[in-house]
């Protein structure tokens, strides 16, 4: 930890001095990690294959107990390139931690495109009107404003998957599935280096193996580098058949005292799929009594529906039922709206922020909180400090936005609905490969990716190097399939 601080400090005082359009310049291949190193935000990687550059991705900095405030802000609005000189932008997902930049590229003057799958154009849309109005209503000062988004979605290309597309410069993007949420991908590229030709994988966020509804994780067979995600690079999920089970016992429980089920989740994906599975136990008749489902969100309900209208990306089972009249989402019992003001149960309220800390699951929170007939189920990691934390660590007492709650409902925990693989599952997917030259892993903090790196090494025959913030790799694979690192 003291050496990601140290990097970070460092790195915040030279920022200034790096941004020096052509000080990079070479005629030798490269990465330039610039983002989600040491830190599960920001992901913003440079592609320089010597005669282009490419961003694989261009994700939001975010507080995780690592950068105060303002390193942050000096993060978020520093890029170690100049972004006019920018051929092109691959974007593997519409999180905001993998898009949440796009438009700040184009305040500071990229004019080429963003090229994506068809999906996570749809779902960008709403994702990066969502953070404006999230920046602006918390009185922040917000990158970019909505011209930049407008400009942004103007020069966005829809992909579809598996089909090769020319990018300025000379290289070629494949979008292969990546299992993680609708439309994410993993990112294949491939470039002329004098009379050969190097391939570098992005994986971006990796999907748990056997989606409810996603299709599966799309096997390669070999690159050059891959540049890895580690989330869950020291965690193991728990199983998914017994949280399943757990999820219908608490809500049976609940809606069996007259109870309230208040699940804070995530906008995107994450409530759909809580929807998915609430839809197939009822369809299943699991749930003992019949209770009202509540989506309290207009942004989750907009991103629903985009999650509708792709029945054709996912699973064949999923795509079956959805042709036999069980379309996934959907079931009489939903209601895509604010509850009443004077409802106390039976129902199940789905409402944002994951952690509680913010958005709309607090007034549910402040009304229902006070009540032992009561769930709060977390279907996502909560942070040390958070509302959720403090609730789950039993604490009596909770300070919310507006008001302070006394905490007499039951609250529980479920962690396989996360929309990362964790490193198991991770390392199955890479035995698939006959030959990497070498993993570059990002996107974890320090002990989850420094666990995971040994793992795959001690489990494969492979080589992993986990970059540090602003470190340049040249990419000058051997014989052996090896790079070297400066």
Not at 168 to 182: D, K
Not at 202 to 207: R, S
Not at 292 to 317: G, K, M, Q, W
Request: net charge negative; charged share 20%; proline share 6%.
């Amino acid at each position: 930890m003291i050496k990601i601080l140290t990097i970070t400090l460092i790195a915040t005082l030279i920022l200034p001095a790096l941004f020096a359009p052509g000080a990079e310049e070479t005629s030798e291949p490269y990465l330039k990690f610039s983002g989600a190193t040491g830190t599960i935000f920001g992901s913003t990687t440079l592609l320089n294959t010597g005669t282009a550059k490419y961003l694989l991705d261009c994700g939001i900095f975010q507080d995780e107990g690592l950068m105060d405030e303002d390193e942050i802000r000096k993060h978020n609005e520093f890029f170690p390139f100049d972004p006019r000189e920018l051929d092109a932008v691959l974007i593997t997902h519409a999180h905001a931690d993998h898009i949440g930049r796009v438009p700040y590229l184009y305040k500071l003057g990229y004019s080429g495109k963003v090229y994506l799958t068809r999906a996570s154009a749809e779902l960008a849309r709403e994702m990066l009107n969502l953070y404006l109005r999230i920046a602006e209503w918390s009185g922040e000062t917000p990158l970019y404003r909505q011209a930049d988004i407008d400009n942004a979605l103007r020069n966005m290309v829809p992909c579809d998957y598996h089909r090769p597309y020319s990018l300025p410069g000379g290289a070629e993007v494949t979008f292969l599935e990546a299992s993680h949420i609708l439309g994410s991908a993993m990112i294949k590229v491939q470039f002329p280096v004098e009379d050969d030709t190097y391939s570098v994988v992005w994986t971006g966020d990796f999907g748990p193996p056997h989606s409810p509804y996603l299709r599966p994780h799309d096997i390669i067979a070999e690159a050059d580098f891959v540049i890895m995600e580690s989330t869950y690079g020291d965690r193991v999920h728990s199983d998914q058949a017994e949280d399943l089970q757990d999820f219908r016992d608490i809500v049976n429980s609940t809606i069996n005292r007259g109870g309230v089920v208040m699940i804070p989740a995530y906008v995107l994906d994450r409530t759909q799929k809580i929807l998915y599975y609430l839809g197939q136990f009822t369809r299943q008749g699991l749930f003992d009594r019949p209770f009202r489902v509540y989506v309290d969100s207009r942004i989750a309900n907009d991103l629903t529906a985009i999650y509708r209208r792709h029945l054709h990306l996912y699973n064949d089972e999923t795509q079956e039922a959805a042709r036999l009249g069980e379309p996934p989402f959907s079931f009489p019992a939903l209601w895509m709206g604010r509850p009443p003001d004077e409802i106390d149960g039976p129902a199940v309220i789905i409402a944002p922020g994951g952690m509680a800390d913010v958005g709309s699951i607090q007034k549910h929170l402040a009304r229902h909180l006070s009540n032992p007939n009561n769930t709060v189920l977390f279907v996502g990691f909560q942070a040390e400090n958070t509302v959720g934390r403090k609730i789950l660590d039993g604490e009596p007492i909770i300070q919310l936005e507006d008001s302070t709650a006394t905490v007499r409902a039951r609250s529980r925990y479920l962690s396989s609905f996360s929309g990362h693989a964790d490193y198991k599952q991770m390392t199955a997917w890479l035995k698939n490969f006959k030959r990497i030259g070498r993993i570059f892993l990002i996107h974890g903090q320090p002990e989850s990716t420094a666990h995971f790196a040994a793992h795959i090494e001690e489990n494969t025959p492979f080589t992993t190097h986990v970059p540090e913030y602003l470190e340049k790799v040249t990419l000058t694979p051997t014989l052996a399939g090896r790079a070297s690192v400066e």
